[in-house]
């Protein structure tokens, strides 16, 4: 017996498409070492260096924290001027990372 109203093809699971909003970012997860500013209970990165090369920030995009286990990560989206990028900060090794070119 056909059932109106359901296409087996409708499941959300079947098909993933790729995140079209990740096209052009470039994966890294690279440890770097960052020069930032604590004020006000807040993190300002002003700069870092990743493989000899070091990079101004220029702006903080966009800032957010998440929680894996018992660890916060602080990630931030900064830009140079000409590139953008993705660095984030582990508050329990108090390492930094470069996840990605965007």
Partial sequence: MHQSGFSPKARWDMHIPEDSDSAGE???NQRIDCLVLFKSGKIYPQRFTCHNKEYEIKTINYNWQERRGQEV???????TGTDAYQISFNNTSFGWRLDKVL
């Fill in 73 to 79: 990560i602080n990630f931030f989206s900064v830009s």
């Fill in 26 to 28: 470039e994966f890294l």
